[in-house]
T-cell receptor
Framework: AQTVTQSQPEMSVQEAETVTLSCTYD???????LFWYKQPPSRQMILVIR??????QNATENRFSVNFQKAAKSFSLKISDSQLGDTAMYFC??????????????FGKGTKLSVKP | DAGVIQSPRHEVTEMGQEVTLRCKPI?????LFWYRQTMMRGLELLIY????????DSGMPEDRFSAKMPNASFSTLKIQPSEPRDSAVYFC?????????????FGDGTRLSIL
């Protein structure tokens, strides 16, 4: 069965510092995408970043980047220069069908990140 | 472009009443998902549609829950009769063509409280 595990229920970081949120997953698929979503207190679910498994280069979106280790099935999110607005729940997600036309996302339990001034 | 639109934003009703949640997906998207989020159980998929056809409804808790997608631009999630344990935030999400490697785009959710 495909699973997504986020082992850090809560984390905190000082403003302007860097923080890394971990995510591991289990799959037998070879070609797939991985996603990080952010849910601030306003409760919106916002796509942060997407990584293609067959690309060796780690995805980057401004202050957000991933450390993708395919062999280890690890997909961590690094937030640089943390800002107060980064305070949110962060969810790692993985397609249940390995990228087929049908299939939903499997979400981790989430990591609650608090950025402190 | 407009995102996924859900209504109502908040709903408070008494147990036993019928509740209908509504969702308008992003135009051109062909997959639609209903999720429920609670503190205890996190984010759970209830049902999803592909090209208006229900593909997987194994997450629907029981017969009190039903979902329809009569056309590509509208879906409803209905709870009848409602119970206090149905209190949660319900999200609708849509996804474009290209399969599950495309990101899902979420609405703002409906906070449902059953008294």
């Amino acid at each position: 069965a495909q699973t997504v595990t986020q082992s850090q229920p809560e984390m905190s970081v000082q403003e302007a510092e860097t923080v890394t949120l971990s995510c591991t997953y289990d799959t037998s698929e070879n070609n797939y995408y991985l996603f990080w979503y952010k849910q601030p207190p306003s409760r919106q679910m916002i796509l942060v970043i997407r990584q293609e498994a067959y690309k060796q280069q780690n995805a980057t979106e401004n202050r957000f980047s991933v450390n993708f280790q395919k062999a280890a099935k690890s997909f961590s999110l690094k937030i640089s220069d943390s800002q107060l607005g980064d305070t949110a729940m962060y969810f790692c997600a993985f397609p249940s069908a390995g990228g087929g036309s049908q299939g939903n996302l499997i979400f981790g339990k989430g990591t609650k990140l608090s950025v402190k001034p | 472009d407009a995102g996924v639109i859900q209504s109502p934003r908040h709903e408070v009703t008494e147990m036993g009443q019928e509740v209908t949640l509504r969702c308008k997906p992003i135009s051109g998207h062909n997959s639609l998902f209903w999720y429920r989020q609670t503190m205890m159980r996190g984010l759970e998929l209830l049902i999803y549609f592909n090209n208006n056809v229900p593909i997987d409804d194994s997450g629907m808790p029981e017969d009190r829950f039903s979902a329809k997608m009569p056309n590509a631009s509208f879906s409803t999630l209905k709870i009848q009769p409602s119970e206090p344990r149905d209190s949660a935030v319900y999200f609708c999400a849509s996804r474009g063509t290209g399969g599950s490697n495309q990101p899902q785009h979420f609405g703002d959710g409906t906070r449902l409280s059953i008294l």
